[in-house]
């Protein structure tokens, strides 16, 4: 079994900042691409930000400048830098990580989520 437990989400005003963090355990044999995805209330889930694991990133074009998403393959975790926040970038936020198992299958992970609410 392979979980990803998120932390870090919370209340903040707009221009504010909060950093997310992500921790994969269990089986782990290797861990491929990880990132965090949003869900807004009566909205579909969507890419934040994404990173490989020898650190190529994307990211949504409604963040680039303002998150930054970081790696530390000794601890398996990545985190999510978050500033400027707008009202918009309220949601839940997912960790989702795709790894290869100790019994070498791929699998794909999803966080239960955090909340992020940004008010104006």
């Known amino acids: 079994q392979v979980q990803v437990v998120e932390s870090g989400g919370g209340s903040v005003q707009a221009g504010g900042s909060l950093r997310l963090s992500c921790a994969a355990s269990?089986?782990?044999?290797?861990?491929?691409?990880m990132g965090w995805y949003r869900q807004a209330p009566g909205k579909q889930r969507e890419l934040v930000a994404v990173i490989t694991s020898i650190g190529n990133t994307n990211y949504a074009d409604s963040v680039k400048g303002r998150f930054t998403i970081s790696r530390d393959n000794s601890k398996n975790t990545i985190s999510l830098q978050m500033n400027s926040l707008k009202p918009d970038d309220a949601a839940v936020y997912y960790c989702?990580?795709?790894?290869?198992?100790?019994?070498?299958?791929?699998?794909?992970?999803w966080g239960q989520g955090t909340l992020v609410t940004v008010s104006s």
């Open positions: 989702n990580e795709v790894a290869l198992t100790t019994q070498l299958r791929r699998v794909e992970v």
């Open positions: 269990g089986s782990i044999w290797r861990l491929d691409t």
